[in-house]
T-cell receptor, first 117, second 110 residues
């Protein structure tokens, strides 16, 4: 158990709908990362938040948005869902914004499996 | 832009054999991580390599880092079925999130 929690574990919805995925980082970690993993695309970095602020952006679609709250939990909002959005969505957390003078290992949550029908 | 390449991407090996997975990266870094992922499961941290020449071993897996060659290896000794999984390397740099390789899907067969 990494200490990172994600809810829900599974989500089934229809095209055009909107869903929210939730992540609670490990105690003491200030950074939260979101990844999408589908069969044909591998592990894709979406976005990072550090202490409530957006820190880095990856391949995140405009239909997707995220935020990190004062208690450091994070939510990933996916809207106007398409069939191709079906994937495993992982949240990870780390102590710092990035590797500086010390390392910044990421710890992954169990994931949310999203199925869009 | 940092690029991380793993090879092979797919590996089928017999039980009892040895093999090595390679992770090459394009920019100077002295911090590299290896993760394991079972099908449909999360990524689990295996090794943290923090300096040139670092070597870590856990059971039948041994990871090493050569920062001058920008290369990390994950060596599998006497493979067993339980090692079947996807293995990712990830490189850590200042001011960027981890950059992951595409993963090596390992299948150990009898």
């Amino acid at each position: 158990d990494s200490g990172v929690t994600q809810t829900p574990k599974h989500l089934i919805t229809a095209t055009g709908q909107r869903v929210t995925l939730r992540c609670s980082p490990r105690s003491g970690d200030l950074s939260v990362y979101w990844y999408q993993q589908s069969l044909d695309q591998g592990l894709q970095f979406l976005i990072q938040y550090y202490n409530g602020e957006e820190r880095a952006k990856g391949n995140i679609l405009e239909r997707f948005s995220a935020q990190q709250f004062p208690d450091l939990h994070s939510e990933l909002n996916l809207s106007s869902l398409e069939l191709g959005d079906s994937a495993l969505y992982f949240c990870a957390s780390s102590p710092r914004a990035s590797g500086g003078r010390t390392y910044n290992e990421q710890f992954f949550g169990p994931g949310t499996r999203l199925t869009v029908l | 832009e940092l690029k991380v390449e793993q090879n092979p991407l797919f590996l089928s090996m017999q039980e009892g054999k040895n093999y090595t997975i390679y992770c090459n990266y394009s920019t100077t870094s002295d911090r590299l991580y290896w993760y394991r992922q079972d099908p449909g499961k999360s990524l689990e941290s295996l090794f943290v390599l923090l300096s040139n020449g670092a070597v870590k071993q856990e059971g039948r897996l041994m990871a090493s880092l050569d920062t001058k060659a920008r290369l990390s290896t994950l060596h599998i000794t006497a493979a067993v079925h339980d090692l079947s999984a996807t293995y990712f390397c990830a490189v850590d740099m200042v001011n960027t999130p981890l950059v992951f390789g595409k993963g090596t899907r390992l299948s150990v067969i009898a």
